[in-house]
Nanobody, 115 residues
């Protein structure tokens, strides 16, 4: 069983920065991919960024150059540094562990960008 706990959400002004983190507990394999998704009000959940244990990253086009995902394999944590925040970045951010066993999700953390 894997559990994911997010932290670091909150309110930030447009153009500001915010960092969200996620701690995973349980059995984590090196093949597991860790990722951040977000869901804006009235919209579907979308992939923001992902990272493998070998630090290979992918980003949604909308966040490239502004967000940075990082992973600490020794602590089983993943973080998302969000810079130059825009109003469209508002939403609930979910941590996800994509494993051969299936996908595990955190409870989500609200991030709001005020203009």
């Amino acid at each position: 069983q894997v559990q994911l706990v997010e932290s670091g959400g909150g309110l930030v002004q447009a153009g500001g920065s915010l960092r969200v983190s996620c701690a995973a507990s349980g059995v984590i394999f090196s093949s597991d991919v860790m990722a951040w998704y977000r869901q804006a009000p009235g919209k579907q959940r979308e992939l923001v960024a992902s990272v493998t244990s070998g630090a290979i990253t992918t980003y949604a086009d909308s966040v490239k150059g502004r967000f940075t995902i990082s992973r600490d394999n020794t602590k089983n944590t993943v973080s998302l540094q969000m810079n130059n925040r825009k109003s469209e970045d508002t939403g609930v951010y979910y941590c996800c562990l994509d494993s051969r066993r299936g996908a595990y999700w955190g409870q989500g953390t609200q991030v709001t960008v005020s203009s």
